[in-house]
């Protein structure tokens, strides 16, 4: 229970790794608020939440608006006494030919992918500053963070500038005793992949489900990843134990891409 009664905040909560970074963060102890563009699905999270013995309040944002990511954040040390640790969660992938993409693709993706996440360390800083606490960010990257992926060049290309942000952001908070960190996964078994697959099977012809198993086929550790995976490292990176690591954006992969 390292993080017993603190508020944590994540975004894209509704399902995938964010559902399960929530429930994670509540079986940690913490009161969470739940932010997404689902409200029937916010509500039922808040409702498993309520059902471990913890706190959660619900709130619809988008996280591409900065004045909305702001209000997230009001809302959830409004409602839950605090405000602790930010998980910048939400995300969109993409599958497109580079020579295919237009500016409407990129100003999407980066809209969420990466403004969401800069929206989300300024505003969160700004009030750990105002409140002296020493609170955690953590942010999703990918092993596309890492290693450029064919087909999903401009969703790599967030992932790559999540990690700038993670190490400026480290950087600039460290003497505030703020921590900034990112978590990397590799195949994880949500909506997000069956939506990728689709669109891999429109533009190479594959059939429906073929990539899911050959980039499964490319971990060492045999078997696509959970949410409760990424869960576990969210967990540590969001506690005490972590308190010395800032900057970091970790591979949790199963062995897919070794650095
Ligand atoms: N699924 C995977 O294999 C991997 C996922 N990731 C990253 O993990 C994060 C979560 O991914 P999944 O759970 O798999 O995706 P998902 O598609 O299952 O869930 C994403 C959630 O974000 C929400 N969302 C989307 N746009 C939003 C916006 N503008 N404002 C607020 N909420 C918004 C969606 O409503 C959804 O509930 C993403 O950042 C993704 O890039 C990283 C590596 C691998
Ligand atoms: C969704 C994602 O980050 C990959 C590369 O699978």
Not at 67 to 92: K, P, S, T, Y
Not at 196 to 218: H, L, N, P, Q
Not at 232 to 238: C, D, E, G, N, P
Request: net charge negative.
């Amino acid at each position: 229970m390292a993080i017993a009664g603190q508020v944590a905040l994540v975004t894209g909560a509704a399902q995938g790794i964010g559902r399960g970074i929530a429930l994670r963060l509540a079986r940690d102890g913490a009161d969470v608020a739940l932010v997404d563009l689902q409200p029937e699905a916010l509500a039922s999270v808040a409702a498993e939440i309520a059902a471990i013995g913890r706190r959660a309040t619900i709130f619809v944002a988008d996280v591409g608006d900065r004045e909305q990511v702001r209000a997230a954040i009001d809302h959830a040390a409004r409602e839950l006494g605090g405000f602790d640790i930010l998980v910048n969660n939400a995300g969109i992938a993409q599958v497109k030919a580079l020579a295919s993409v237009t500016p409407e693709d990129v100003e999407r993706i980066f809209r969420i992918n990466v403004h969401g996440v800069l929206w989300g360390i300024q505003a969160a800083a700004e009030r750990f500053i105002a409140t002296g606490r020493k609170g955690k960010i953590v942010n999703a990257c990918s092993i596309a963070g890492h290693d450029g992926f064919a087909l999903l060049g401009v969703y790599s290309a967030t992932k790559f500038a999540v990690r700038a942000l993670t190490q400026a952001a480290a950087k600039e908070y460290a003497s505030r005793g703020i921590t900034v960190n990112a978590y990397c996964p590799g195949v994880v078994g949500t909506s997000m992949w069956v939506e990728i697959d689709r669109m891999f099977s429109e533009i190479t012809g594959a059939e429906r489900g073929a990539t899911f198993r050959k980039y499964v086929d490319g971990i060492a550790l045999g078997r696509a990843e959970t949410p409760e995976d990424v869960a576990a490292l969210v967990s540590y990176l969001s506690g005490p134990d972590s308190d010395y690591m800032t900057g970091q954006s970790i591979l949790i992969d199963g062995g897919m891409v070794c650095r």
